[in-house]
């Protein structure tokens, strides 16, 4: 095992856990990443593999067929994944967010008849808040629910939905008018289940295609068009009495998702590094390995020290968040510096590899591409920012 990045304190479970993950990760998705990242397809074998794996379980309890493990373990097993290729890590993160939305806010019903079936990954999950509009500020969220008799009825636009087309149940933020003071409290979070697929894939519920993007391909990114999409009042999130408590629901998935985000990070930091400091040890110049060249050398002493700071806050927010304790700014903090120091990495390990960097046979020229996503994924460094100075001045208050 490699000396960067341990955990201290696992369990004899977490850590197999890992072992296995890792396996698989060498031999099922690093050696085909390259070509089915080029080709944008859908990974489907490395998904059956994962199935069989048990993953999409990890954190769902038990006593509904999955796993019942941690938020660490999950955000450990994405960092493993994400140093195997980060669209396999966003296929799980989505699904994983909306599981443990369905477990810490869902009704009775909506846990016994979506979990047991998220747990084996016959049913995977989406999560829409971002609007064409609307990203950052959520309040700016203009699709909304309107109440008809017993049903609700659903307009407006989604965007950015990982895991648009293959999921069947996507947890979507809509207004909801409650009559609140805050357009918070106006705000409710819907389970919309559809078919996979693309084209209308529910009554009035049309995923139009695929967005191409520069990078995190393979996994699909979507819009979402809600055109009088008629659902029971059950469907909201936890039932019609939580009808108004959207936000505050999506706010606590966001926190995981955070924590997610910053494991990605970690992971692709540490394939960045080991691309870079393998290369260094074998490319020569001036009759010598890079590595003995102290300029190269003090980057990779950079680079590994920040993979460190960023791997050990990432753990401390999964602890915190796992002992029930707010992790608003623990989380932030470490999305904050691990997508940051990602992208430092990455360029770090781009430039040790000179012109083969620019080459698409190189596996850095990929990290290139994907680690700009985690400066924007569950929001921008600015917004950690905010979220973190808040939280500072309410404890150092005078």
Same mark, same amino acid.
């Given at each position: 095992? $490699?000396?960067?990045?341990?955990? #201290?304190?696992? !369990?004899?479970?977490?850590?197999s ?12 998705i690093? #050696? ?10 859908? #990974?489907?074998?490395?998904l ?6 048990g ?5 769902i ?31 799980v ?10 477990s ?9 008849r ?13 999560f829409?808040m ?40 996507? $947890?979507?933020?809509?207004?909801t008018? !409650?009559?609140?003071?805050s ?18 894939t529910?009554?009035?519920l ?12 393979g ?14 009042a059950? $469907? ?13 629901q ?28 393998a ?25 590994? !020290? ?49 012109g ?16 700009p ?26």
């Amino acid at each position: 095992m $490699a000396r960067l990045a341990q955990t #201290p304190g696992l !369990t004899d479970v977490q850590r197999s856990i890992l072992e296995t993950v890792r396996e698989f990760a060498d031999k099922e998705i690093i #050696p085909h990443a390259q070509r089915l990242e080029h080709a944008d397809e859908y #990974p489907t074998d490395i998904l059956d593999g994962m199935r069989e794996m048990g993953l999409f379980g990890l954190t769902i309890d038990e006593e509904y067929g999955g796993l019942g493990e941690s938020l660490l373990t999950y955000a450990l097993v994405v960092e493993e994944l994400s140093r195997g290729w980060m669209s396999i890590s966003g296929i799980v993160n989505t699904h994983f967010i909306v599981a443990y939305l369905i477990s810490q806010h869902g009704s009775a019903d909506q846990k016994a008849r979506l979990l047991p079936r998220m747990a084996t990954g016959e049913v995977r999950g989406a999560f829409s808040m971002s609007e064409p509009e609307c990203g950052s500020d959520v309040s700016a969220i203009k699709s909304k629910a309107v109440r008809d008799g017993d049903n609700y009825v659903l307009n407006g636009q989604k965007m950015w939905l990982t895991n648009g087309a293959y999921s069947s149940v996507v $947890a979507t933020l809509v207004k909801t008018e !409650t009559g609140a003071d805050s357009v918070y409290g106006n705000m409710s979070t819907f389970l919309l289940e559809k078919e996979p697929g693309f084209g209308e894939t529910a009554p009035g519920l049309t995923i139009p295609g695929k967005i191409d993007k520069m990078g995190y391909k393979g996994v699909e990114t979507t819009e979402m068009v809600l055109d009088g999409v008629t659902v029971p009042a059950s $469907a909201v999130l936890g039932g019609e009495e939580k009808v108004g408590r959207g936000f505050y629901q999506m706010m606590d998935g966001i926190e995981v998702g955070r924590v997610n985000v910053a494991a990605r990070a970690c992971g692709i930091s540490i394939r960045a590094f080991e691309l870079a400091v393998a290369y260094a040890q074998q490319r020569r110049t001036f009759g010598q390995p890079l590595a003995k060249h102290q300029a190269v050398a003090f980057k990779l002493a950079e680079m590994g !020290t920040k993979i460190e700071a960023a791997h050990a806050l990432m753990v401390n927010a999964a602890r915190l968040k796992d002992a029930g304790q707010r992790n608003d700014v623990e989380a932030g903090m470490a999305k904050l510096l691990a997508s940051e120091y990602c992208a430092e990495v990455v360029q770090e390990a781009f430039r040790i590899h000179g012109g083969y960097g620019y080459s698409k046979e190189y596996e850095i020229e990929r990290l290139m591409r994907e680690a700009p996503f985690l400066l924007i994924g569950e929001g921008t460094s600015e917004i950690q920012k905010t979220i973190i100075s808040r939280g500072l001045l309410k404890e150092y208050k005078l």
